[in-house]
């Protein structure tokens, strides 16, 4: 099984020698919020040219069988905007395999419901 946390640790840092060393050679990525679909390479390209520098912490790990489900909260060092990514990874052979990735921008509730004053802030 691949270690997890290391994974996260050099694709925050945006280091593409040590992230491909996580991945299967024929590994694919979905971003499905976007309808995108990578191979491992694309995926650590788009990732590693990404505008920015980001920091992030682990909020979740699951493991079910082959898979390790992580939640993740990323943010831009030098702007005031965070997200929160939800990923499927598969493994194979002790590298991944694929991943399916959900991203989801941070904010606050929309009006209509803080003004059925429903719901309180997790933290």
Known sequence: MIDINEYWKATLAQQPDKMKAFFHED???????TNEHFTANEFIRANCEYPGSWEGTIERIEKLDDIII??????????GTSFHATSFIKVKDGKIASIDEYWGDDGAAPQWRLDKHIGTPIR
Do not use: C, K, L, S
């Not at 590994?27 to 919020?33: E, R, S």
């Not at 992580?70 to 702007?79: E, L």
């Open 27 to 33: 590994a694919f990525v979905n971003w499905h919020n």
């Open 70 to 79: 992580t939640v993740v909260h990323i943010w831009p060092v030098d702007q």
